[in-house]
């Protein structure tokens, strides 16, 4: 019975590290990946494989593709591909830091680290902007439904999509602002997470209200603060059957749909974006037949 990487159906945990990786070498290939199928258990690292690993390995996923880049007024949205996707899961940061070495030294003959963020729950789920993030994730059945590829047939019954962005947020903008504006970037109020009609048409969660669309675009989000120095921001991660529910998001967000560009970007913006499938698990390891192995 093929089953998800467990994690995309848990909580956050209170800290992560996300490491994602070029490839150098096709020769080590295959050699790595069989020890990371070995390592991986979906639960203390969930991987996700790039269309240029996937590619490499002579196969293609139907829905992985690249993430796309896009410029509007004001406003670039990059892609910075990358072949490897893990996302370490824990509680203790030393542990994720040996974790980390294992990891790269074990991938060495064949990837090389191409990025490495440290990130981390803060009061309990909120963005380091203060506000509630994950409020209207979908649950149960419904995020399994939202995040998990089904009717596929083996090998890729149980995966899921994933899209990630690193966010760096400018908090004296930020902060140089009133709350009712912040609330208003928004479009709920800080204090006590009720969202509020009276929000204009670019707070965000109008602009990324899931129902909106047609169809519908439910993600399960498990986004994650980051902080480095005194940079720092929120790495979005939306998982989906398809990448096309964050897509048409994006679109709205950007202001694709009727030339309104979200709040959000006022004081944040992606520096990076990123996407990739992750593959399922098969009596307790990962499922990587999709790709011939
Ligand atoms: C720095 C970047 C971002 C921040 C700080 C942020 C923050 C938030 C917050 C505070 C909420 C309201 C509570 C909730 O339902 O989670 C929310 C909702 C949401 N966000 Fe974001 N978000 C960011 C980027 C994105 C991106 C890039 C997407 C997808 C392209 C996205 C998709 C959504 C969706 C689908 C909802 C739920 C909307 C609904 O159905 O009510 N967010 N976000």
Redesign the pocket.
Known sequence: MPTPQPAILEPNPPLARFLSFSLHSVDGIEHCLRELQELVDGESIVVGFGESLVRTLGHSIDGLRIFPAMTMPGLDIPSTPAALWCWLRGSDRGELFHQSRLLVAMMMPAFTLADCIDSFTYDHKR?L?G???????PEGEDAVNAAIVKNRGAGLDGSSFVAV?Q?L?DFETFDAMETSQQDDI?G?HVEDNEEFDAAPESA??KR????SFEPE?F?L?H?MPWAADTQG??V?V?FGHSLDA?EA??NR?VGKDDGIQDA?FSF?HPVTGNYYWCPPMKQGALDLSALGI
């Open positions: 963005d902007s506000y509630e993030d994950g409020t209207e994730n962005q966010w947020h928004i709920r965000h969660v990324s209200a899931q129902e675009a993600m989000r986004s921001g929120l979005f939306a964050f998001v994006l967000m959000l944040t």
